[in-house]
């Protein structure tokens, strides 16, 4: 059974960090590109950040560049984000979601073939 498990999420103080990690069990990520998306209350998912399976090039927002990092450990099967400074706005839910192939497939969540069950991030004071 293919299955992506996020979790790291929870409550932080604005300013703090957290780091979120998706693993994939029944099958190897090696192959496919990651992204990260979120969802607030009320509001789209969003993506967030992603990952090729090609070369490890990456995108992001511009509401979390130089913020928030993306990385893989194809060893580990195991792709993390990184959030630095967090901001109240970053409270969602985050989900991580895998797509076969080199690329990442755009904003669009239909695009991607697997998605976790997603993890609670609150940022609050």
């Known amino acids: 059974q293919l299955q992506l498990v996020e979790s790291g999420g929870g409550l932080v103080q604005p300013g703090g960090s957290l780091r979120l990690s998706c693993a994939a069990s029944?099958?190897?990520?090696?192959?496919?590109?990651i992204g990260w998306f979120r969802q607030a209350p009320g509001k789209e998912r969003e993506r967030v950040s992603c990952?090729?399976?090609?070369?490890?090039?990456?995108y992001y927002a511009d509401s979390v560049k130089g913020r928030f990092t993306i990385s893989r450990d194809n060893a580990k099967n195991t792709v993390y984000l990184q959030m630095n400074s967090l901001e109240p706005e970053d409270t969602a839910i985050y989900y991580c979601?895998?797509?076969?192939?080199?690329?990442?497939?755009?904003?669009?969540?239909?695009?991607?073939?697997?998605w976790g069950q997603g993890t609670q991030v609150t940022v609050s004071s």
């Open positions: 990952i090729s399976s090609s070369d490890g090039s990456t």
């Open positions: 029944g099958f190897t990520l090696d192959y496919y590109a």
């Open positions: 979601t895998a797509v076969k192939g080199p690329w990442c497939r755009g904003n669009v969540p239909t695009n991607y073939d697997y």
